[in-house]
């Protein structure tokens, strides 16, 4: 059984520019497993060196966030569809205050 | 458009694109979604507003089609922090699918802040996206520049953007 997985476009460039890829798979970690034996250089992308899944990229199967559900271990069928997301955040440094503060008339 | 009282000046092109990112490209938007995303960052001024950048990549050139505005999550932090909830990432690129298009990076604001990235964004950061930021200054827009992360994630590389209207371009200095 294989279900869709939605690739983010600063991914493609390691899954051959497929911005979904179908991939075999009972479990997320089996999914992800398969995908990343088939395109290699994501692995590290996804994975830190001890072999988990990154702070900055979520999976969601359709709207729900893995890390809710069962994890790696939660369950897929062939409707479902797994995302890959990354986390988004930035701003100012700490500065920003302080430089409001000294350019209030 | 005119705009009652405030002559428009677009930063110039200061430099060359580095070569440090392998995917590096130009950066093609219309001035309609330019003040769009000024106004966003006055109406969220003295807090960062935050957002999606919808478009298609056309040989090497990223071109806007439309933003999405969305909710800044850091509500602990908001004068100098954004936060996208991955649901809302979830959500604008069905969004984006659906009409054809992706999620070309992201925009945000600096409140009483250069429009340069700082560290925390850059640690933040992912590569081929690109990062627009506003500066707003005591509630006025001042320079927005483009960014992208270098391939060693070390540095935010200026990203040539183009006013498609006019074709005029300009790019961020990469120092102070």
């Known amino acids: 059984m294989s279900v869709k997985v939605i690739i983010p476009a600063p991914l493609r460039q390691y899954t051959e520019k497929n911005d979904s890829v179908l991939v075999d798979g009972q479990t997320v970690d089996e999914v992800l497993h398969n995908l990343t034996e088939r395109y290699g250089d994501l692995r590290k992308h996804l994975y830190s060196d001890e072999g988990k899944l990154r702070s900055f990229v979520n999976i969601y199967r359709n709207d729900e966030d893995i890390r809710y559900l069962d994890k790696g271990s939660t369950a897929v069928k062939e409707s479902d569809v797994l995302s890959i997301v990354p986390s988004i955040a930035g701003g100012a440094t700490a500065m920003a205050d302080g430089l409001s503060l000294l350019t209030k008339d | ?176």
């Open chain 2, 1 to 176: 458009m005119a705009r009652a009282g405030v002559a428009r000046s677009y930063p110039l092109i200061v430099r060359a694109a580095s070569q440090q990112a392998k995917h590096i490209m130009a950066f093609e938007l219309r001035r309609k979604e330019w003040e769009r995303i000024e106004k966003e960052g006055i109406a969220a001024y003295p807090e960062e507003c935050c957002g999606v950048l919808l478009g298609k990549e056309q040989e090497g050139r990223k071109v806007l089609s439309d933003i999405v505005p969305l909710n800044n999550a850091r509500k602990d932090s908001p004068r100098n922090r954004f936060l996208i909830l991955p649901e809302d990432f979830v959500r604008s690129e069905r969004e984006a699918r659906a009409r054809g298009l992706d999620i070309l990076g992201f925009y945000h604001s600096h409140p009483d802040h250069p429009a340069r990235p700082s560290d925390y964004d850059r640690e933040h950061a992912w590569p081929w996206y690109t990062y627009l930021i506003l500066a707003v200054e005591k509630g006025q827009p001042r320079d927005m520049t483009g960014w992208l992360l270098s391939d060693d994630r070390a540095s935010f590389l200026p990203e040539e953007m183009t006013l498609s209207d006019d074709g005029t371009k300009f790019e961020a200095r990469s120092g102070t």
